[in-house]
Each structure stands twice: as structure tokens, then as C-alpha cells.
T-cell receptor
């Protein structure tokens, strides 16, 4: 059974710092992995989608990498800003319609 | 995300009452999902639908029901059989292919009176 873990559960960093968020999964037979952002009381906003054949995806200050063999993905945020404060979640799918989500990392960027 | 509308934003349920949460999309996506989010837990799948007039139970379907009569709409009914319905409910959609991303609505928060 696929399990997705995100550590740490919470993180506080000063503004301007580069940071890495981690996502681990137990079954490497994934089809793709998606990173989301969730603001308090809101739905999830899709950030990046990495297919299993890809090693990384970039969007602006965000870079997500995928290492299927080790069951890990990282989300790199460059030059963090207070507006980046949110909960970041990752989700994997094995190619069916079902997704398994991690419990998220709550990020706070201090001004 | 734009294109997925969940209503109402807040909903209160009395004991023994059924309530229905609305999810409407204009993204022309075939797949639609309902998730439940509780504090400190990941999203848990309640039901999903790959196509009109077809839907499958997710991991926590007991006490919930759905219908998919139109491509654009996937309402979720929380029945009185769901003994702990207080949670944040999220609707999501995805295109027909597994290499496409999921998109989410803004959620409905359900509480017990």
C-alpha cells in the first residue's frame, strides 16, 4: 500500500532563504507526482506536476525534482518571501484515477 | 482553481439531517473527485467519477453518496449515517489522461450544530 510522508511537518525560515521541502513515498511504481500549495481555509493550488519519466520541473522560483528509485521528491523554493507562507502538499498516482496525499509541510517565511 | 465552484463555503448540519455539497466545473474534465480533509491528516478520497453516470467508492465512502448525471456536476450528500461529518470537503477534477494535473475547488467546511 502506497504511503506518502512529508517531513518536517512545519518549518520557519527568514525571508530570502532558499529552502527544500521533502516528500517520500514507499512504492516507486508511480506514474506522476504533483506538488500543491494550500492557504488557510482554501483549496489546493497546483504548483508542479512531474511525470515518472522526468527528473525535474521548474516554474519561476520553484523547482521540483523526482528520484523514483529512492522514493523521494523535493520542492526547492528560491529566495523565499512572506507570501510563500502556506502548507505544501505532495501527491502521487500510480496511473489510475486515485491519488495518495502526504500530510503536508506548513511553511512560515518571516519578514 | 478557476473553473471549479464549490458551494456553500460553510454548511451546518443538524443531527439526523442529510446535507448536499455542490461541485460544478467548466473545465470540461471527465474525472471528478471528493476528498475529506481533517486537521493533521492527508486528504482522504470519498468518491470519484471517471465519466458521467459512473462513480466508484474511495477509501472512506461510508455515510456519503454521490451522483454524476452531468459532466459538469458531482454533488456529494453527507447522510445521517456519517457520524463524524465535521471536516473540510474538497472537490477536484482532472482531464482524461493520467499525465494531467488535478485541480481543486475552494472547499466547503461542514460543521455540526
Amino acid at each position: 500500500k502506497q504511503e506518502v510522508t512529508q517531513i518536517p511537518a512545519a518549518l520557519s525560515v527568514p525571508e530570502g532563504e532558499n529552502l527544500v521541502l521533502n516528500c517520500s513515498f514507499t512504492d516507486s511504481a508511480i506514474y506522476n507526482l504533483q506538488w500543491f500549495r494550500q492557504d488557510p481555509g482554501k483549496g489546493l493550488t497546483s504548483l508542479l506536476l512531474i511525470q515518472s519519466s522526468q527528473r525535474e520541473q521548474t516554474s519561476g522560483r520553484l523547482n521540483a525534482s523526482l528520484d523514483k528509485s529512492s522514493g523521494r521528491s523535493t520542492l526547492y523554493i528560491a529566495a523565499s518571501q512572506p507570501g510563500d507562507s502556506a502548507t505544501y502538499l505532495c501527491a502521487v498516482t500510480s496511473g489510475t484515477y486515485k491519488y495518495i496525499f502526504g500530510t503536508g509541510t506548513r511553511l512560515k517565511v518571516l519578514a | 482553481d478557476g473553473g471549479i465552484t464549490q458551494s456553500p463555503k460553510y454548511l451546518f448540519r443538524k443531527e439526523g439531517q442529510n446535507v448536499t455539497l455542490s461541485c460544478e466545473q467548466n473545465l470540461n474534465h471527465d474525472a471528478m473527485y471528493w476528498y475529506r480533509q481533517d486537521p493533521g491528516q492527508g486528504l482522504r478520497l470519498i468518491y470519484y467519477s471517471q465519466i458521467v453516470n459512473d462513480f466508484q467508492k474511495g477509501d472512506i465512502a461510508e455515510g456519503y453518496s454521490v451522483s454524476r448525471e452531468k459532466k459538469e456536476s458531482f454533488p456529494l450528500t453527507v447522510t445521517s449515517a456519517q457520524k463524524n461529518p465535521t471536516a473540510f470537503y474538497l472537490c477536484a477534477t482532472r482531464g482524461s489522461y493520467s499525465n494531467q494535473p488535478q485541480h481543486f475547488g475552494d472547499g466547503t467546511r461542514l460543521s455540526i450544530l
